[in-house]
Every structure is written in C-alpha cells, then in structure tokens.
C-alpha cells in the first residue's frame, strides 16, 4: 500500500484553503484519505470571525479522527458529526446562519480487507480504478448543473447554496450529509484510488488533457505533485481558467490498495 499526497495554494501569498489526510492504521488493514475543498467567499461579510482555513482545518481534523477511529460510524454519520463538532467550536462567536458561513466541499474514501466505502459532496471528485485498469469518478454534479452566468451573480448563487434545485456543501448544518454520493465497493474491485480538488481536475475538466484515466496514469507513473505542477504550467499560459480564478488551491491524494 502507498499513498502520494500534494497540495498547493492557488496563490502563494494566501492560505490554501484545502485540507488533505490519510491515516494507516497499525494494523495494515485498511486505511482513510479526506480531501476538502474551502469554499471562496466573495468579498464582503460572511458572518464568521475565523475564515476558511480555519475551518476546514478543524472540520478535515474532526473527519480524519472520526472516519480512521469509528469503523461503527458510516461515512454519513461521520461526515455529520464532524459538522456539528465544527459548528459548535464557533458557535458563540459566529452567525453560522449566515448563507456563507465557511464550508467546503468533502471527498473521504475508507477501505479494509473487505470493501471501499466513498462519499463526495459539491464538486471534488474521487476516482476509482479497477484491477484491469478501468477507471470510475464518483462525482457530486449538482453544481455543474447550474449555470455560470447564474454563479456570476453572488445573489443567485446564495439563494442556490445548500438549497433545494442548488448545490451542497458542508458548512454548519449536519444533515447536508445526507445530500452526499456514497456508495461501497468490493475490496478486490479497486486497486487504487484519487481523491482531487477542483483546482487539480481542471487538468481534465479545464485544459481538456485527457480523461479521468489519462490522470490517472499520470498519477501513477508521475505522482500527485506532477499533476498539480502541470496545472500550473497550463494556467500560466491561459488567459484564465475555471469560475473566475486563474490559479486555484489544488490537492491530491493518491493512493495504491
């Protein structure tokens, strides 16, 4: 087993607002990657004291303890109560009904001797590959359905987050957990497998290089940083690229079962 972990800020000057763990048990028998994606407020109050690192550091922190510690616990339920634990630690001081309290989009992937549990929410994608090489995203595309001119307007856009007809994300209230894709695959169905941020899958979805299993063979032959330092490079000749940044914070996590 190895995992292959990078990330980097879209702009050196401003924290990366991404969060990427993977824990190893002892044991050998399994193991946990969590990738999340902090969500960009537009400028202006977002009615919290902390901002965007902070929380997806203490969400990220809550659901790499949770998902690696209690195997009890369905990715759901953990993804639940790492919410509730985070909101609490900021309740007293923030307006967390605010539409754009901090949030972020979630990819956790769990695996053991028997099966590879997943659970993606908003648009990071995990990707799975199979012992013949085919590869499978599990992808969240709610926000893909709506459409850009909308996501220009930040007054669209809010009425739309974490909305019925919008896109979810995880911010303070737990039962968005429930809007997640999850799903559990055999053991032996999956070598491997990617968890990325969107500002890596612009490689695909942005740049056109290739399929998700052109990625993933770069991955593999390359490694996660590879992939992130092409991003770069593709970003620098663009004239711009994705919803309106240039470069964006990028995270990858790859891992060989």
Not at 213 to 221: G, S, T, V, W
Request: some cysteine; overall charge negative.
């Amino acid at each position: 087993m190895r995992i292959d972990l990078a990330s980097a800020p879209g702009d050196p000057q401003h924290p990366n607002e991404d969060w990427l763990s993977a824990v190893l048990p002892a044991s050998g028998q399994g193991g946990v990657v969590v990738a999340l994606d902090g969500v960009t407020p537009p400028r202006g109050d977002d009615g919290c004291t902390h901002g965007v690192p902070w929380f997806t550091a203490r969400l990220g922190g809550r659901l790499t303890e949770l998902s690696g510690s209690r195997r009890d616990m369905t990715l759901s339920q953990v993804l639940a109560k790492a919410i509730s634990a985070t909101a609490d630690a900021h309740r007293e001081t923030c307006d967390l009904s605010h539409v754009r309290t901090p949030q972020a989009t979630v990819v956790m992937a769990r695996w053991d001797e028997r099966s590879v549990e997943h659970l993606v929410l908003s648009d990071s994608v995990l990707l799975l590959r199979d012992p013949l090489g085919e590869v499978t995203a599990v992808r969240d595309d709610r926000l893909d359905r709506v459409p850009r001119e909308v996501l220009r307007s930040v007054a669209a856009a809010d009425a739309l987050r974490n909305a019925e007809g919008g896109f979810f994300t995880a911010a303070s209230d737990p039962s968005v957990a429930a809007r997640a894709v999850t799903g559990t695959t055999p053991r032996e169905a999956v070598s491997a497998l990617a968890a990325l941020t969107d500002g890596a899958t612009r490689w695909v979805d942005t740049f056109g290089e290739g399929d998700w299993a052109d990625l993933f063979r770069l991955l593999q032959k390359e490694g996660a940083r590879s992939l992130i330092d092409r991003v770069r490079a593709l970003e620098g000749g663009s004239s711009g690229a994705g919803r309106g940044k240039r470069h964006d914070d990028a995270s990858v996590a790859y891992a060989t079962l």
